[in-house]
């Protein structure tokens, strides 16, 4: 038996039954001794069991607040899912819901409360006064009807309040990829220095640290095109992943930015894990890098330190930094190679898809090599390049010359 604090219980081992069983000891509202049993298969199992029950029995349900409510909510279910999913929770109950709703008792909560709440948010302004977007509000609308659908399951509330809201239409999003030549603009401009620093006044010298974070991101550049690696995926790569003589990379983890940090996690979809091959002058371009990571490594290994062996780092050897990258370089290349204003990084995946579609590639291979979960999503997402592959296809047959 596993002797645990006063007002804790106990457990024990029921060899008969084989079962994990939680004994807790209490004196009730109505002055008597009561107990209560909590069973399970497994000691983890049963110590959820014991959180949950814990964390229910704190709470007085009958007027439980949401934002008292949402916490609970999280604290249970924290073990079981991502950690990419819990911060994505976090986030929208942190910044969203609990300032706006969290001092509404859950069961007051209505439909219509929460449409009003979701519409008025419409016209609120998010970071740096922007207009909060679609995919936003849909992201609350989501997590509190998670977290509601929780309340319902423990006997807090019968329906789901948010179960009958509307989600927020998206508007279309236009697939912004480049041209060959917008290409080669591009990967030239990485190339140099002074795109760094637009300011003609400023005396720019750029130290060995700057010169590794820009030659570190021109071959990150350049890779992606080749392969239309998701952001996540292509800075997570290590050189483990990358296979010199059989010209291919393993995808197989997703680099992913939390609040405390970065950490190398999950793939997206099970089929986001998967082999791409890439050509003889990506395989170069990839050696080249190597080997100046590797100078540098041994010039500043006091200060560099690649100990998870990383395609990409920063210039002290560790995880790279989304909002650095953006605010340090990219917007900056962008404005310089004369790309369309608000291009992402996220558009050189488009310009992969985009470039091999228009070449007459099989859309299956290029769905394959995207990672997507089914070839209705490349066909989604690039439905307006159709009507040139099906001109492609014809002009590929009269070349038979059968008719």
Known sequence: MVRRAKGEGSIRYDNKHDRYIWRLKFLGEDGLKHEKYLTAKTKKGLQEKIKEYQSKKELNISDVKLADWSSNWLTVIKPTIKISTYDYYDMFLRNYINPNLGEKKVQELTPIMLQEFFNQMVGENGKKGRALSATTINGMRRTLKTCLEYAVKNGVIRMNPAATTKPLKKADKKVIALSKEQVIALLSTASKADYIYTDVK?????????????????????????????????????????DFDKFNIMIRRNLQHRSNGRELGTLKTIRSQRLIQIDEKTINLLKEWREYQNRYAKQYHSIYDNEINLVFTNSWGKMYNHTNFYRRYWRKLVKAAGLPEGFNFHGLRHTHATLLLLAGENIKAVSERLGHSSVSTTLNIYYNLVPNLQKHAADTFAKLDLL
């Open 202 to 242: 400023q005396n720019f010298i750029e130290d060995e640290g700057k010169k590794y974070l820009r030659k570190c991101y021109y071959y990150a550049i350049a890779l992606d095109i080749a392969t239309g690696l998701r952001i996540g995926e292509l800075f997570a790569l290590t050189w483990d992943d990358v």
